[in-house]
């Protein structure tokens, strides 16, 4: 008998010390980007070599490329943000750093990383204002906007909101109301950002952003028809931000894949087929928004003409590196069309040279079967952006269904 109670003692004993040594489940994390902790969900499963983390875009799923726990320390790598996080579990907490570039001009750089298990928030009492649709928001930016999108998607004090520039959008901020105003945060491997939002009294909203960029002054939101009875600008249209210099001219590209072999429009896979040619770089968030919705629109329309290539831009030290980050990307998100290494970014106005107005990552251009440029779109509206979303698919579908048929018409 004594001998039993001792065996379960010892039981006893070693379950709490088995538990304290998984990881599996949902963890509240936080990133210190500029002074301020952006929080944002990650998972863990998995042990040894075979352990995942998973960050979230809203709904979608951002999983590692690879990942190691051992003891109570873990190493996620997400190879195609060239992020990693880097962590000890002590005392039922996570504590460590996220190494990554968040901005193509910064170098990467150790963040504090904090994360313990999940708590639900508790819910918001009182009245929670009404802030779900669409938003304009007036600002001056270095590519010569003038006003932006903010788009919020509201259920009861839970909202998730995205920002969208010529660009693209920052992807999808979640959060909730708390203390007369909602707080929305996002990251999932790259653009941390936290944004304070609002609601005064004249029925706008002031938006004070955190993290991957800030403001001198709090942003200021508008319903559509507010604004423009002020007058205030209308955002960018994504289908004239950027125009081509001579639609006479045949666009003409010389690069080398990530092997070395040059690719260039005059080779034969090129010939009488609608281009999609993308001037991207896998340090661009939108980037990789793109990318996803490019592989599927290649793979549907490949067999009846279209040829997609990327004319990436990557940074020096990368080029130097082996391009290590720009072939997890072409793994991970199963590329199957050309990825040229056409030059640093700052080379993107040399390298590309027939086109006026070229300053938003990414930008696509669609090209007949004659070789020359029908139309070009800035940016990449993500998921997070919504019916924009929807919308740029449906654009880019029919554009490259006009330009096959018409190739046929012109042939026959």
């Known amino acids: 008998m004594r001998r039993l109670i001792a065996i379960a003692s010892l039981a006893l004993v070693a379950t709490p010390v088995a538990m ?11 990133v210190k980007i500029q002074g301020n902790e952006i929080p944002f969900r990650i998972d863990f499963s998995g042990e040894g070599q075979d352990f995942v983390a998973t960050l979230f875009d809203g709904d979608l799923k951002v999983t590692s490329t690879s990942g190691r726990l051992e003891r109570e320390d873990l190493v996620a790598d997400f190879g195609h943000y060239l992020t990693r996080v880097k962590a000890h579990l002590k005392d039922g907490r996570l504590e460590g750093r996220v190494e990554g570039r968040f901005e193509r001009d910064k170098y990467i750089a150790p963040y504090e990383f904090h994360a313990h298990r999940h708590v639900d928030a508790p819910a918001s009492s009182g009245k929670v204002p009404e802030i779900g649709g669409h938003w304009v928001i007036p600002i001056k930016s270095p590519k010569g906007e003038t006003s932006w ?37 996002h990251f999932s491997g790259s653009r941390p950002l936290l944004l304070e939002i609002t609601p005064r009294g004249d029925g706008t909203l002031s938006i004070s952003p955190r993290g991957a960029f800030t403001a001198k002054d709090a942003l200021v939101a508008y319903r559509p028809e507010a604004a423009n009875a002020k007058g205030l600008p209308k955002p960018a249209d994504f289908n004239s931000h950027t125009t081509i210099k001579d639609p006479n001219a045949v666009f003409s590209f010389r690069f080398p894949d990530l092997d070395g072999k040059v690719v260039s429009n005059s080779d034969s896979r090129f010939q009488d087929k609608v281009i999609v040619a993308v001037v991207t770089g896998t340090w661009c968030p939108n980037c990789h928004d793109e990318a996803q919705y490019l592989v599927q629109l290649h793979r549907k329309y490949r067999d009846r003409g279209l040829e997609v290539v990327a004319l990436d831009f990557e940074e020096p030290e990368q080029q130097e590196d082996g391009l290590t980050r720009a072939r997890a990307f072409i793994k991970k998100y199963g590329v199957e069309y050309p990825y040229l290494v056409a030059g640093a970014p700052v080379e993107m106005w040399e390298k590309v040279p027939q086109a006026n107005n070229l300053n938003s990552w990414p930008t696509t251009l669609f090209i007949g079967r004659d070789g020359k440029v029908k139309s070009i779109h800035a940016g990449f509206a993500s998921p997070a952006s919504g019916e924009y979303h929807r919308q ?18 012109a042939s026959r």
């Open 149 to 185: 999108r903010f788009i919020v998607r509201q259920n009861g004090p839970e909202v998730a909101a995205s920002i969208l520039r010529v660009d693209g959008d920052t992807g999808t901020l979640s959060g909730s109301y708390h203390d007369g105003k909602f707080v929305v945060s």
């Open 20 to 30: 304290a040594g998984t990881l599996d489940g949902r963890w509240d994390a936080t």
């Open 392 to 409: 740029l698919k449906e654009e880019f579908a029919a554009t490259v269904e006009r330009l096959l048929d018409e190739g046929k018409t």
